[in-house]
């Protein structure tokens, strides 16, 4: 598709089980962002990856949540153990083509995202 | 605190009216000043871009950064009802891709 893509668009589980998030992002963004965000909260960055690795994941909340990317496309990211104060909405954005670099190079285009309720 | 500082709103104004909203952030260091745009259930878009300090307008819509004073704006001119969103806006230290760090957003409502 022409945007980025993020499933499931809903999720409801109970507290204490695995949720897995995924996210397409639109092909050839090298770039690819994981947020979270609560009411009132706005957007809290939780990790960025750069193809497949991830330069920066200063902002996952605890080691119940990891995040993978394969072949520069395809991101999960996983909470284990949910716990309440996890539901949000678990938005991902990817940006960029190989060889940008000035102008709008920061911009990001997000997924509608996915909404966790944890019971 | 917060490294960037932005009023939740909610913001009601009448249509056609001019809109300011802003930010202020704590960190110098930021360059790259942007302003995206959510619709309700949606994921937010980029509406303006600028780097470091001054001025940038783009139709309706006009992006300020004063550096000295930490202090971003954007300005809606001749607002429209669909102009109603959540107005975020987000920074980076630099260039390139990297973590952006945004502000809690500001609900605005365009009433007809």
């Known amino acids: 598709g022409a945007g980025v893509s993020q499933s499931p668009s809903n999720k409801v589980t109970e507290k204490g089980k695995d949720v897995e998030l995924r996210c397409d992002p639109i092909?050839?963004?090298?770039?690819l962002y994981w947020y979270r965000q609560s009411l009132g909260q706005g957007l809290e960055f939780l990790i960025y990856f750069q193809g497949n690795s991830a330069p920066d994941k200063s902002g996952l909340p605890s080691d119940r949540f990891s995040a993978e990317r394969t072949g520069g496309s395809v991101s999960t990211l996983t909470i284990q153990r949910t716990q309440q104060e996890d539901s949000a909405v678990y938005l991902c954005?990817?940006?960029?083509?190989?060889?940008?670099?000035?102008?709008?190079?920061?911009?990001?285009?997000f997924g509608p995202g996915t909404r966790l309720t944890v019971l | 605190q917060k490294e960037v500082e932005q009023d939740p709103g909610p913001l009601s104004v009448p249509e056609g009216a001019i809109v300011s909203l802003n930010c202020t952030y704590s960190n110098s260091a930021f360059q790259y000043f942007m302003w995206y745009r959510q619709y309700s259930r949606k994921g937010p878009e980029l509406l303006m871009y600028t780097y470091s300090s001054g001025n940038k307008e783009d139709g309706r819509f006009t992006a300020q950064v004063d550096k000295s004073s930490k202090y971003i704006s954007l300005f809606i001119r001749d607002s429209q009802p669909s102009d109603s969103a959540t107005y975020l806006c987000?920074?980076?230290?630099?260039?390139?891709?990297?973590?952006?760090?945004f502000g809690t957003g500001t609900k605005l409502q365009v009433i007809p």
């Open positions: 092909s050839g963004h090298t770039a």
């Open positions: 954005a990817s940006g960029g083509k190989p060889g940008r670099t000035s102008g709008r190079a920061t911009e990001q285009f």
């Open positions: 987000a920074m980076t230290l630099s260039g390139g891709y990297q973590k952006v760090t």
